[in-house]
Structures are given as structure tokens and as C-alpha cells.
């Protein structure tokens, strides 16, 4: 319970900043203050700074943050594919686990973004969602260690959700490395596999709705 605990709060954590997760604030901070130390202490340090800061200030932070650096991107599979064409079949497989799940993703929002992959975790379907985390746990290493080398307030978020996943072995430290030394790939041949009608045709009888965050496009 502990891991979808965190991972909801991180996920409303991560959505940009609006009055709205201003005024939620106390509930997370309740919520939060009822996990293990390892996941509590860090997103309590940035429920802090969300509470004691301006609104303005954190939305202009989230955006120089997460839509202007490579290193720091909020949507999993840019991490190993970039904007190349592998990104876009990559994508299919977040939305076959939300489809299997019996949820119809928002085609508005690309399913691979962190915070609409942990509501789906901790609100729909934990397994799967904890599988979709590990199969990209490199990225999510880049993604943490940049930003507790920008001295970003985020970089808490990210240390309680990486603490809900095994450690990483010394193989998948080396591809964190490699990952970090080379970014994602820069090719751009736009995402055409994401969505394909043959795959949309998929639906099921189970499908609901799930209301996911508002996040930001990349």
C-alpha cells in the first residue's frame, strides 16, 4: 500500500503546477506523512517548497526544468528512442498495458508520461504499472540524477518513486551510465506507429474511463 500511496502522490506531484495542486496540498502532505521514511522525507521536502513557494515562480521552474532539457523529460521513452520512429512503436506497449487493464487513455496526453504511468500504478493496475517503471528504471535513473545535479526541488519526487523499485544491478548501473553519457537519440521521423487504427480497433468490452492528470506535451 505504501508503493501506491507514493506513487499517486508523485504523480500529482509531478503535473505542473497549478492552483489546483496548491489547494491539494494538505491532503498529499497527510497522505505522505504515513509512508516510510525513505519515501516520505523526500516528497514531504518538496510538498514544502511547493507550499512556501509562488505560483508564478513554479510554473516558469517547471518549464525551464522539464521542456527545456534533454536529460530531464517527464516522458519515459524519450529516453532510449528520442524522436526517433523505435519511439513511436515503444508507446504501443504503454497503451496495450492501459487497454489490457480495461482504461482508454486520453489520446490528448502521450501515455508514457511519468505522472500518468504512476496514477495508473497505484489507481488501476499496480502490477503492471511497477513492470512499465522497471522496463524503463534507466531512464528514470537519468532522469533522478539530473536532477539532483541541477539542485532541483523534482529531484526528491523522483528519489521517493525510485526507492518503490528494486535496486538497480550492476548491469543496469552500466546502462544508466551509458544512457547518461550519450542522451536520448536525436533523429526526428515524428511518432506515425503510436495509435495506429489497426491497434485502436483493440478495444474491449472492459474498457472505463480513468481520469488521468493534465500534463504538459512535450
Known amino acids: 500500500m505504501s508503493r501506491r500511496t507514493t506513487w499517486q502522490c508523485a504523480s500529482l506531484l509531478l503535473d505542473y503546477p ?14 505522505v506523512a504515513g509512508l516510510p521514511d525513505t519515501m516520505a522525507a ?3 521536502g518538496f510538498i514544502e517548497h511547493l507550499a ?3 505560483l508564478a515562480d513554479l510554473q516558469a521552474t517547471y518549464v525551464d526544468t522539464f ?12 529516453f532510449a528512442h528520442g524522436d526517433t520512429r523505435k ?10 498495458a492501459y487497454l489490457g487493464a480495461g482504461v482508454v487513455p486520453d ?3 502521450l501515455p508514457d508520461h511519468l505522472s500518468v504511468v504512476l496514477e495508473f500504478a497505484a489507481t488501476v493496475d499496480p502490477d503492471a504499472g511497477r513492470r512499465l517503471l522497471e522496463d524503463h528504471r534507466a531512464g528514470l535513473e537519468v532522469l533522478r540524477l539530473s536532477l539532483r545535479d541541477l539542485a532541483s ?6 528519489e521517493a518513486v525510485c526507492a518503490t523499485l528494486p535496486a538497480l544491478r550492476g548491469d543496469e548501473w552500466d546502462a544508466v551510465r551509458r544512457l547518461a553519457a550519450a542522451g536520448p537519440p536525436e ?7 503510436y495509435g495506429t487504427p489497426g491497434f485502436d480497433a483493440a478495444l474491449t468490452d472492459r474498457q472505463v474511463d480513468l481520469p488521468m492528470p493534465t500534463v504538459r506535451g512535450a
Do not use: W
Open 187 to 193: 533523429e526526428e521521423v515524428g511518432l506515425t506507429p
Open 42 to 44: 523526500p516528497l514531504l
Open 18 to 31: 497549478s492552483e489546483e495542486l496548491v489547494g491539494s496540498l494538505p491532503t498529499i502532505r497527510s497522505a
Open 52 to 54: 512556501g513557494s509562488d
Open 153 to 158: 526541488p523534482y529531484a526528491g519526487v523522483l
Open 87 to 96: 519511439r513511436g512503436m515503444a508507446l504501443l506497449r504503454f497503451k496495450q
Open 67 to 78: 521542456d527545456d532539457r534533454r536529460r530531464c523529460n517527464l516522458f519515459l521513452t524519450y
Open 107 to 109: 489520446d490528448a496526453e
